[in-house]
T-cell receptor, first 111, second 116 residues
Framework: GNSVTQMEGPVTLSEEAFLTINCTYT??????LFWYVQYPGEGLQLLLK?????DKGSNKGFEATYRKETTSFHLEKGSVQVSDSAVYFC??????????FGTGTSLTVIP | KAGVTQTPRYLIKTRGQQVTLSCSPI?????VSWYQQTPGQGLQFLFE???????NKGNFPGRFSGRQFSNSRSEMNVSTLELGDSALYLC???????????????FGPGTRLTVL
């Protein structure tokens, strides 16, 4: 079946530090992969996506590369800001295209 | 383009009551999905509707039901509320051209349901 496993949180970083949030998936077929972000008191917002192997999604300084050989879609940012504090969700949509979300990783960036 | 809207934003009910939540998708989106979000269980998929038909269903008891109207607006209903139903209920819409096609989901702000 389809599933997403993402790095446990919470993660606390200092401003300008490098961020990596790990995400691996199990899927049949050729899923599309997504990162969503949830700010306090809000719904989820699409951060970036990749629809096929070796695609790199990027947005607001965040990047993630669809790695079929390692079934991974790790989220990275070179220099985090306080405003990046939020919960990040990795997700996939596969055959039948139901969305499967990871458990979320809480990020806090301190000045 | 207006985003996904959900009403009400906050709701307080007591055990045994029933509740109806509403979701208006982005204009042109025909698919609406519902999720339950709790600190312990994370995001759990409830069901998804496309053109008034339920297309996918998660593993929730029959107390949770939904429907979609011809204008793509959707409602979900929870009957005989339990304390464990306290959660943030998120609605998401996506653009699907046909019953077998899908696209990324756009989320509303959610309805915070508290069951006392």
């Amino acid at each position: 079946g389809n599933s997403v496993t993402q790095m446990e949180g919470p993660v606390t970083l200092s401003e300008e530090a490098f961020l990596t949030i790990n995400c691996t998936y199990t899927a049949t077929g050729y899923p599309s992969l997504f990162w969503y972000v949830q700010y306090p008191g809000e719904g989820l917002q699409l951060l970036l996506k990749a629809t096929k192997a070796d695609d790199k999604g990027s947005n607001k300084g965040f990047e993630a590369t669809y790695r079929k050989e390692t079934t991974s879609f790790h989220l990275e940012k070179g220099s985090v800001q306080v405003s990046d504090s939020a919960v990040y969700f990795c997700a996939l949509s596969g055959t039948g295209n139901q969305f499967y979300f990871g458990t979320g990783t809480s990020l806090t960036v301190i000045p | 383009k207006a985003g996904v809207t959900q009403t009400p934003r906050y709701l307080i009910k007591t055990r045994g009551q029933q509740v109806t939540l509403s979701c208006s998708p982005i204009s042109g989106h025909r698919s609406v999905s519902w999720y339950q979000q709790t600190p312990g269980q994370g995001l759990q998929f409830l069901f998804e509707y496309f053109s008034e038909t339920q297309r996918n269903k998660g593993n929730f008891p029959g107390r949770f039901s939904g429907r979609q109207f011809s204008n793509s607006r959707s409602e979900m209903n929870v009957s005989t509320l339990e304390l464990g139903d306290s959660a943030l209920y998120l609605c998401a819409s996506s653009w699907s051209l046909t019953f077998s096609s899908y696209n990324e989901q756009f989320f509303g702000p959610g309805t915070r349901l508290t069951v006392l």
